[in-house]
């Protein structure tokens, strides 16, 4: 399969790279959002594509955007990315692109954690809490959490880490009024997506979202949802609590580069061939276990 690390379109004006993501600017009101094979780890960009990742977040966000549309708004416009570039830039775009409304990003990432994991269990180790929200003693790495917490982190600069805060510091940010409808939504989002992936087989563990404001200051979610990139996805039939379970996601890299002396700053170690292709089979089950289809060319 062809890879894309990095799109060259011309015929649109560039509104920037993203660790991900190349924004190209559709008149004033809309954005071609292109999902490159690109992939970030502890917040840096790997040197190596994934081949065949960008197409997979696309058409999972997709497939989320239609399944939780009833919930809030989204930023998909309906229109084909093949129709908005030259002739011979359509093949950067098929599979792997969204014509999406131009939004005002809140500066606030909504993370929903369904279990305990990563930072989050390293958090309960040391203070007994999640992100200051105190919770029982006792519970076990990977364990389910009583209710599904909403922790915001604040979104950081390209190559910065985003930095967990708390609820009454999201509130100072953007208004008590809107905070309190993203963690009512977040939590909405996350509880009917992990209810119809429990049917799938398939634990989701947490997950982030973003959203934005359109012109009228109606709440919308953008950028991408509930894809392997922006939540943790595991088996249901070999998860155990107590210990870390295998995922289709990044985490996979994750696991690789902890095994290395490397300060998780830029620039990347190189990924070995044998971590690409096995990171590339994770994206590539995980799109078909969710949707029961395989990843559309």
Not at 117 to 142: E, F, N, V
Not at 174 to 201: C, F, W
Not at 242 to 269: C, H, I, N
Request: proline residues 6%; hydrophobic residues 40%.
């Amino acid at each position: 399969m062809n890879s894309l690390y990095q799109t060259s379109i011309h015929s649109l004006p560039l509104l920037g790279h993203g660790k991900v993501r190349d924004n190209y600017a559709v008149g004033d009101d809309k954005i071609l959002i292109v999902t490159t094979d690109r992939l970030s780890a502890f917040d840096v960009v790997m040197n190596e594509p994934i081949p065949g990742k960008g197409k997979v977040l696309n058409q999972m966000s997709d497939f989320w955007f239609e399944k939780l549309g009833h919930i809030v708004p989204n930023h998909l416009t309906g229109v084909a990315p093949e129709s908005v570039v030259a002739p011979e830039e359509v093949e950067q775009v098929q599979g792997r692109a969204v014509v999406a409304k131009r939004l005002k990003p809140i500066m606030v990432e909504a993370v929903v954690r369904g279990y305990i994991i990563g930072s989050g269990w390293k958090d309960y180790q040391d203070t007994g809490s999640i992100c200051g929200i105190a919770l029982p003693a006792g519970l076990q790495q990977a364990q389910k959490l009583p209710q599904p917490l909403f922790t915001p982190a604040a979104k950081a600069e390209l190559g910065e880490h985003d930095e967990n805060i708390s609820f009454a510091d999201m509130e100072q940010r953007i208004g008590a009024e809107l905070a309190a409808k993203m963690r009512d939504v977040s939590i909405q989002l996350y509880q009917a997506a992990a209810d119809y992936a429990a049917t799938r087989g398939i634990i989701i563990a947490d997950t982030k979202f973003e959203f934005g404001l359109d012109d009228d200051g109606v709440m919308h979610l953008m950028d991408e949802v509930l894809t392997a990139d922006s939540s943790r996805f595991w088996p249901a039939d070999s998860y155990q609590p107590g210990m870390s379970p295998p995922s289709f996601d990044k985490q996979f890299v994750r696991d690789y580069l902890e095994t290395l002396s490397w300060g998780k700053t830029a620039p990347a170690p190189a990924l070995p061939a044998d971590v690409i292709e096995k990171t590339q089979a994770k994206y590539f089950e995980a799109i078909e276990r969710l949707t029961g289809e395989k990843l559309k060319a």
